[in-house]
């Protein structure tokens, strides 16, 4: 079985893959403190309590945001399931190809992202991360990454809020009776939820209009399903999004497909009965 750890700010998302099947997920809190043998103790009661144990774990990957964590999860992967990781960086095959300024600065979580949507809808899709920040990614029909956004998350932005006006309190970030706020509740979360909505609307807009094609909208994140019942722009919520990726990008990884191109067109290549484009 394979461990998938997404490392993010705020929170770490673990999953327990037997081959393609999901079978355990977790989220813990992000502790950048922690050491190894801290996140393993956390690591083996969580197995424990889902029936499943570390002997069984032959693999492990990693995308993660937070430095000093990578090197806390490799020790933890090399000394307690005795498997060296792959921690996903721009030396790992992903089956995506850059065509941005800066590909060394692309979070790791954001390339899982792309590469699971992209492989998701066989097509030019938009992957949107509802996390700590609300990130958008670009993957056009070629199976190229050609962008994306970045704007705050919504849970930061109303911390920000609480934190600034003193007159105002932490809400519950669900959808208001209506848009048109009758009480100070309603008022925030008018605009925290309804106006993020409208945030997701207009950039996927403005993103299809330069891609030049429709293309499929997939979201993720903890409040991906809130926001997805507000606008007809996300088409698919998948809360393991991230971690669908990090399993896929093992999958490359550890059979070493051969890739190749014919000129500028990409191949498909098979891997056990799944497809890949070829970068």
């Known amino acids: 079985m394979l461990l998938t750890v997404d490392i993010g700010n705020t929170n770490i998302k673990l999953g327990v893959y037997d081959h393609d099947t999901l079978v355990a997920y977790w989220r813990i809190v992000t502790d950048r403190c922690k050491l190894a043998d801290e996140y393993a103790v956390l690591v083996h009661n969580l197995l424990k309590m889902s029936h499943l144990d570390m002997s069984s774990l032959r693999g492990c990957v990693i995308s993660c945001v937070v430095p000093p964590l990578t090197s806390q999860f490799r020790d933890l992967a090399q000394r307690y399931l005795q498997v060296e990781p792959i921690v996903l960086g721009l030396h790992v095959e992903t089956g995506l190809r850059y065509l941005v300024d800066t590909p060394n600065e692309l979070g790791a979580d954001r390339i899982a992202n792309s590469l699971a949507a992209y492989h998701l809808v066989q097509g030019p899709v938009i992957a949107i991360a509802l996390g700590t920040a609300t990130a958008f990614d670009v993957v056009n029909g070629q199976g190229e990454y050609i962008g994306g956004a970045i704007a705050p ?18 809400v519950e970030l669900i959808r208001p009776p209506q848009v048109i706020g009758k009480n100070t509740v309603h008022y925030i979360q008018s605009g925290l939820i309804l106006g993020y909505a409208g945030l997701v609307e207009g950039l996927v807009k403005r993103m299809q209009t330069e891609l030049g094609e429709p293309c499929t909208v997939v979201a993720t994140g903890g409040l991906a399903e809130v926001i997805a019942q507000e606008t007809q722009s996300i088409t698919h919520v998948e809360p393991y999004l991230t971690l669908e990726g990090l399993r896929l990008i093992y999958t490359m990884n550890t059979n070493q497909p051969r890739w190749h191109t014919n000129g500028t067109k990409r191949q498909a290549i098979e891997v056990n009965g799944e497809c890949y484009s070829a970068a």
Request: hydrophobic share 50%; net charge positive; aromatic share 12%.
């Open 153 to 170: 998350g919504i849970s930061i932005s109303a911390e920000a809020l609480f934190r600034s006006a003193a007159r105002l309190y932490q």
